[in-house]
């Protein structure tokens, strides 16, 4: 069984940067795509950026420019640096893993961007 653990996020002024990290454990054969998402409150889950295993990345529109997403192949790890963020960038942020057969989730991280 794979699991995905998030950590990295907080509280942060506007403007302001944070690096999440999103580490996967257990029986891991491969990983293809891992991306980032995430859920504000009252609002449905959306995508925020994703990357493949050779590193092809994709970027929601409203993140382009201040947030990159990058991985660690060997350590199974993936990232996302946010800056420039702003008080609408808050919301709990979910790692997500493509197995292939199946995805997996992490449970999230808590962002939150004061104005």
């Known amino acids: 069984q794979v699991q995905l653990v998030e950590s990295g996020g907080g509280l942060v002024q506007a403007g302001g940067s944070l690096r999440l990290s999103c580490a996967a454990s257990?029986?891991?054969?491969?990983?293809?795509?891992m991306g980032w998402y995430r859920q504000a409150p009252g609002k449905q889950r959306e995508l925020v950026a994703t990357?493949?295993?050779?590193?092809?990345?994709n970027y929601a529109d409203s993140v382009k420019g201040r947030f990159t997403i990058s991985r660690d192949n060997d350590k199974y790890t993936v990232y996302l640096e946010m800056n420039s963020l702003k008080p609408e960038d808050t919301a709990v942020y979910y790692c997500?893993?493509?197995?292939?057969?199946?995805?997996?989730w992490g449970r999230g991280t808590l962002v939150t961007v004061s104005s």
């Open positions: 990357i493949t295993r050779s590193g092809s990345t």
């Open positions: 997500n893993a493509d197995l292939g057969l199946r995805g997996v």
């Open positions: 257990g029986s891991i054969f491969r990983i293809n795509a």
